[in-house]
């Protein structure tokens, strides 16, 4: 391999190894109070706990995704945060719309 392909080899291999940790923090937008925007997991005791922060000015309906339960829907305030339980009981959680 001549050093030309092996200088391009490294450069791809040190950007594709950058993209899992940017994709990640850019995964959770803070808001001007740094407090975390939409769907997100945070540790709660010795559990991840599924969390979706409402950043906006309005109330937001959300989709909760859960794993072994039908989805139910839930109206989180303006500047509120739900802790939607166990991320062993929700997959996720989706605005829908306004309530």
């Known amino acids: 391999m001549n050093a ?17 940790g940017i994709a990640a923090a850019a995964a959770v937008p803070l808001d001007n109070g740094g407090h ?14 599924r969390f979706f922060g409402n950043c906006s000015i309005g109330n937001t309906l959300i989709n909760v995704d859960t794993i072994l339960a039908p989805d139910y829907h839930l109206c989180v305030p303006a500047n509120q945060t739900r802790d939607l339980g166990s991320i062993r009981q929700v997959r996720g959680a989706s605005q ?3 309530c």
Do not use: K, M
């Open 4 to 20: 030309r392909r092996l200088g391009i080899v490294s450069v791809v291999a040190i950007v594709g190894s950058l993209i899992p």
């Open 36 to 49: 975390p925007c939409g769907n997100y997991e945070q540790l709660v005791g010795t559990e991840n706990h």
């Open 96 to 98: 829908i719309g306004t």
